[in-house]
């Protein structure tokens, strides 16, 4: 299997713009073969499934090549892929010259309708064009482009097919068969083929057997998410978070740092005299001057520091202030929250057990200690001392804190 089975087509026409309604018409791509015309009308949502399949199986070495500026397709079934060296010689002459094309790739379901309709010609039997290899072209304007194609390497294929061009690519012919065979088996696994890229007997009757109107499962593209503290891309691509990060899936797969969110910034102390800064999941961590301690993610002379209102002075302690001092603190149980000028106790304690009535509203009951006078000597300046966490001893705290002041004063 090339990649796991979670994806549709439809993700591929998004990438290009287009749009790839399935038919619900049993129709198979022998059926549509059988009409007898020279044109791929009919198959464009199975063709659209095996060209994600290819990207799936080349990721990066084949891609989409328009929408872009001086390229235009003649029709809506011309499947805008190449190997990325075709696409690169287009676009460099498309900056030279408008082109109009008039076919890339050619998926497998795309050739086998083009051959055993008896319509086209010039057609090559399954497996064996250039086109489905994902680097030759059929430019409408070839006369005009000519010779400015060509000086981008891609080579004219002469009189016999004068609209046609492979530009600069490997021989990826077997890709576009095996991602028909792959597609098959994910949606037969009681009819399996060899997934061999090669284009014969048995790949050719179930290729007749295929619904135009596309499998219900597609045969490549990941689930984008985490696999551990592996970020696993659409593409199927993976990346190791580095060493203390973690995998989130919120707001799309990412590494980021287990105590910061995933979007947004926000600031908080990592410690008495450290701020911890999380911008969009990634965490950085800076140290206070010396005179400062960290209050509500702010390094502040004291929680009051230009403070009207509450604060929060550490993530258990509420302080309300008054005239630039503290005028009261209160020891929250399930926590402080909210900015400065505005914080709040939060409102419930959390469970502490397993009863179901482990945990109360803070409102409920409030310990005598919890309301301490404030500090006779002013202002709190913090720099000095430490303070346990979860010690009841919140006014001692904030008077250790007073005479380390006093003493720088000194």
Known sequence: MLCAMRSSALVLACLVGLSAPRSTHAQTVADIAARGACSTAGVE???????????????????????????SLSSSRVH???????????????????????????????QYVLYHSGGCGLAATPGNSNHQSGRALDIGNYTAARSI??????????????????????????????????????????????????????????????????????????????????VVGADCSRADCAAGDVCSETGGAHCETPTCPATGTTTTCASPTEVRTCTDGAESVTACADDRMCFGGECLAGPCDGVSGTVCADANTLV??????????????????????????????PDAGPAPDAGMPTDAFVPEDAFVAPPSVG??????????????????????AAVCLRRRVR
């Not at 290819?54 to 328009?66: I, S, T, W």
């Open 149 to 230: 194609l060509e000086s981008e390497g891609c080579a004219w294929l002469g009189s016999s097919d004068p609209v046609h061009f492979d530009c600069p690519g490997s021989d990826q012919r077997p890709d576009s068969v095996l991602s028909f065979q792959t597609l098959w088996n994910v949606n037969n696994p009681g009819d399996t083929i060899a997934e061999d890229g090669r284009y014969g007997p048995m790949t050719e009757a179930r290729l007749g057997r295929t619904p135009a109107g596309g499998f219900a499962m597609g045969a490549c593209g990941c689930e984008p998410g985490c696999d551990g503290n592996t």
């Open 320 to 349: 309300t202030c008054a005239a630039g001092a503290v005028d009261m603190t209160m020891t929250c149980p399930a926590g402080c929250v909210g900015g400065a000028g505005v914080a709040r106790c939060a409102t419930e304690i």
């Open 379 to 400: 202002r709190v300046i913090g720099g000095c001392g430490c303070r346990t966490e979860g010690s009841p001893t919140t006014a001692l705290w904030w008077l250790l």
């Open 80 to 110: 805008p892929f190449l190997q990325a060296t075709a696409r690169d010689a287009l676009h460099r002459a498309a900056a030279r010259i408008d082109l109009t094309v008039n076919s890339a790739f050619r998926t497998v379901a795309d």
């Open 45 to 71: 949502a199975i063709s659209l499934q095996l060209a994600e399949a290819q990207m799936c199986l080349r990721p990066g070495a084949f891609v989409a090549f328009a929408p872009h500026a001086g390229i």
